[in-house]
């Protein structure tokens, strides 16, 4: 079992900056693909980033990159998801997942249900206009 607990959510202007956090708990979190989802109201989840087991690999939605940037500290037990020059498109939940890394994919990472067995319970970001 991996417990995630995400923090850093909140209400922050147009073109500002949040740093999301997600601690995990339990098994070995460096054999873990983490992801981070948001989900608005009335929208199915989407998929925002992710980071492989070592950090070695990342990728991004299209309507992110360039703007947020995931990293990851194991030692910490902790993925981070900068995010600047938010939009209020970017109002949302926002959900880290992990995924065995047995599981991991380059091409469906961005896909909720590909084995991301446990999730946080998220963390409100809204921007304003």
């Known amino acids: 079992q991996v417990q995630l607990v995400e923090s850093g959510g909140g209400l922050v202007q147009t073109g500002g900056s949040l740093r999301l956090s997600c601690a995990a708990s339990g098994r070995t979190f460096g054999n873990y693909v983490v992801g981070w989802f948001r989900q608005a109201p009335g929208n199915e989840r989407e998929a925002v980033a992710h980071v492989t087991w070592s950090g070695g690999t990342t990728g991004y939605a299209d309507s992110v990159r360039g703007r947020f940037t995931i990293s990851r500290d194991n030692a910490k037990n902790t993925v981070y998801l900068q995010m600047n020059s938010l939009r209020p498109e970017d109002t949302a939940a926002y959900y880290c997942?992990?995924?065995?890394?047995?599981?991991?994919?380059?091409?469906?990472?961005?896909?909720?249900?590909?084995?991301?067995?446990?999730w946080g319970r998220g963390t409100q970001v809204t921007v304003s206009s």
């Open positions: 997942a992990a995924q065995d890394k047995r599981y991991y994919s380059g091409y469906y990472w961005t896909n909720p249900n590909n084995h991301y067995d446990y």
